[in-house]
């Protein structure tokens, strides 16, 4: 009985950001892929990484920023020869993840449709909240030839994150008129 109640105790112990996490094993997509991409930064790395961006330039400012409250970045990205070379069936173990607590989706875009797809182009944006604060957010961009997944945990200012476009494998984004 001491076993099981200390087993227990371990449990409800684990820190919200471990719960967080996504399992991004997708190497099976990475087998089949002509290229692919696999960045996995850390909370030591990514101050490593901080120390490497200048704060006299404004973007890698805010970007210097905006990581000293992050946790991790993941990106996984793949590019197939062929456009049949993964389905949206291949994203089901992730997706089930972010049906987890304090996961919402914020964004779903589908564009577009061949005989045996779902559709072409897909974009999904995932939010965790906790406290009324962004804690975590998760991006799955498909086209029929490329597949990147973005996972990101930790204090997330969702107006500085677009900082970090271009930088740490994150794609770069299109500026947004205010």
């Known amino acids: 009985m001491m076993k099981f109640a200390l087993i227990i105790a371990m449990a409800l112990a684990v820190p919200a950001a471990v719960a967080a996490q996504l399992n991004l094993n997708l190497d099976h997509l990475a087998k089949n892929a002509k290229e692919s991409v696999e960045i996995t930064l850390d909370s030591t ?4 990484a901080g120390r490497f961006l200048s704060s006299g330039k404004a973007d890698e400012a805010k970007a210097k ?3 000293t409250g992050l946790k991790s970045i993941y990106v996984r990205s793949f590019e197939f020869d062929r456009a049949d070379a993964f389905t ?3 994203l089901e173990p992730i997706r089930a993840q972010l049906q987890g607590p304090g996961w919402n989706r914020i964004l779903r ?3 577009g449709s061949r005989k045996g797809r779902d559709q072409d182009e897909l974009a999904e944006i995932y939010v965790r909240m906790e406290g009324g604060k962004s804690t975590g957010i998760a991006i799955i961009a498909a086209e029929p030839r490329e597949l990147t997944i973005v996972h990101i945990l930790g204090d997330i200012d969702p107006e500085k994150l677009a ?3 271009g930088h740490f494998g994150i ?3 299109p500026k947004v008129a205010k």
């Open 163 to 165: 900082s970090l476009s």
């Open 45 to 48: 790395l990514l101050q490593l």
């Open 171 to 173: 794609p770069k984004l």
């Open 88 to 90: 949206t069936g291949d």
């Open 65 to 67: 920023e905006l990581i």
């Open 109 to 111: 875009h589908t564009a």
